[in-house]
């Protein structure tokens, strides 16, 4: 359950840091879709932290969030047929790719501490705009009982995810 956590927290920080959530409000098949997208987006950031960054604690992090998500991914996509509703694009799934892969451009082109630094210092704000989509638009936008409550659930490893970058951002300082 705690791997379905991360993921459902993964999506939540993408979309939220795209600021995309408050122009409409999702429905259960674009809140999943949403989720496996972001999951994604957090995969591909991992990865190339894992790749690129010198710093242990940095990796350590990196590979984490790539470890739970990457199992989250495959719990997801259990919930996904369990609740019968098959994810659907929208214009925030759209957005969280374009900016994961502007992310990724991004990071690609540091190095060093300047990469870790940019690395963790999105993984902050990511994750605290996750923790306000869920209390402010994935969970009361939520219309299956089940969803929901898994989306009510996962607000403590929100919470962890953020409190672990922040401590990372303060020894990159």
């Known amino acids: 359950m705690k791997t379905l956590h991360v993921i459902v927290a993964?999506?939540?920080?993408?979309?939220a840091s795209s600021n995309v959530l408050a122009q409409s409000a999702p429905n259960d098949a674009q809140i999943a879709g949403i989720v496996v997208t972001a999951n994604t987006v957090d995969i591909d950031a991992g990865k190339l932290a894992?790749?690129?960054?010198?710093?242990?604690?940095?990796?350590?992090?990196?590979?984490?969030?790539v470890t739970d998500h990457t199992g989250v991914n495959k719990q997801a996509t259990a919930l996904v047929k369990k609740l019968k509703v098959t994810p659907e694009d929208s214009d925030t799934?759209?957005?969280?790719?374009?900016?994961?892969?502007?992310?990724?451009?991004?990071?690609?082109?540091?190095?060093?501490?300047?990469?870790?630094?940019?690395?963790?210092?999105?993984?902050?704000?990511?994750?605290?705009?996750?923790?306000?989509?869920?209390?402010?638009t994935l969970v009361p936008n939520?219309?299956?009982?089940?969803?929901?409550?898994?989306?009510?659930k996962v607000r403590p490893a929100f919470v962890a995810h953020l409190e672990h970058a922040k401590h990372l951002q303060a020894a990159l300082k």
Do not use: P, R
């Open 10 to 15: 993964a999506s939540l920080i993408a979309a």
């Open 50 to 65: 894992e790749k690129m960054s010198g710093n242990k604690e940095v990796k350590a992090f990196a590979k984490q969030m």
């Open 93 to 136: 799934s759209k957005s969280l790719k374009e900016g994961g892969d502007a992310n990724i451009g991004k990071l690609k082109g540091l190095k060093g501490k300047e990469f870790d630094k940019a690395y963790i210092d999105n993984e902050v704000v990511y994750h605290q705009a996750v923790i306000d989509a869920l209390d402010k």
């Open 142 to 152: 939520a219309k299956n009982a089940e969803l929901k409550d898994t989306l009510v």
